[in-house]
């Protein structure tokens, strides 16, 4: 099956630093999402991103489906953007529609 | 407002008792999902529905049913709990099944101790 590999798996920061989180994935793909696990444990979708660039406040993110990888960034980190960050992706043909395959996530701890 | 609840979202239980996870959405939505988190393996899926009366086998379904009698509902069900079904289980919900721009909702998460 396809494979979800998320860099770096944790990431330290001081509170108004920049970061950039990757998500490479090993197949073609027709869904790919960025997800928010808060300290709480807490899911909240981020971005469905399975190609192009967005922007949502200080996140965006770019996938380049050609190549395979998307990446998350943040900008002018604040402590509450703190918890897990997972990449999932819903892989090409029917099988695609039915499911979520999550990377392992990026810990990301921002200290004031 | 739209969410995705489940219950209980704490339990404790002992080897072999049966239990039931519910979950349920307010979107109408047609495609929901389990899946449970481990550490160091992310988030793997049991279950899902594409529609009432409608249900297929994820990556780790052994161990666990579930049933798509209503629309809104989708419990979990462990017949005969074992310690190695202690997780935090996630219940997803999305619009439509076969639609790709659809994102998923996750509920809050239930954590499941298995004695």
């Known amino acids: 099956g396809i494979q979800v590999e998320q860099s770096p798996p944790d990431l330290i920061l001081q509170e108004g630093a920049n970061s950039t989180l990757r998500c490479n994935f090993s197949?073609?793909?027709?869904?790919l999402q960025w997800f928010h696990q808060n300290p709480w444990g807490q899911l909240i979708n981020l971005f469905y991103?399975?190609?192009g660039t967005k922007q949502n406040g200080r996140l965006s993110a770019t996938t380049v489906a050609t190549e395979r990888y998307s990446l998350l960034y943040i900008s002018s980190s604040q402590t509450t953007d703190s918890g897990v960050y997972f990449c999932a992706v819903g892989p090409q043909g029917i099988q695609g529609a039915q499911k979520l395959v999550f990377g392992q996530g990026t810990r990301l701890t921002i200290n004031p | 407002e739209a969410q995705v609840t489940q219950n209980p979202r704490y339990l404790i239980t002992v080897t072999g008792k049966k239990l039931t996870v519910t979950c349920s959405q307010n979107?109408?939505?047609?495609?929901m999902s389990w899946y449970r988190q481990d550490p160091g393996l992310g988030l793997r899926q049991i279950y899902y529905?594409?529609?009432?009366?409608?249900?297929d086998k994820g990556d780790v379904p052994e161990g666990y049913k579930v049933s798509r009698k209503e629309k809104r509902n989708f419990p979990l069900i462990l017949e005969s709990p074992s310690p190695n079904q202690t997780s935090l289980y996630f219940c997803a919900s999305s619009e439509r099944y076969l639609r790709w721009t659809d994102t998923q909702y996750f509920g809050p998460g239930t954590r499941l101790t298995v004695l």
């Open positions: 991103i399975p190609s």
């Open positions: 529905s594409m529609n009432v009366e409608v249900t």
């Open positions: 979107m109408n939505h047609e495609y």
């Open positions: 197949d073609s793909v027709n869904n």
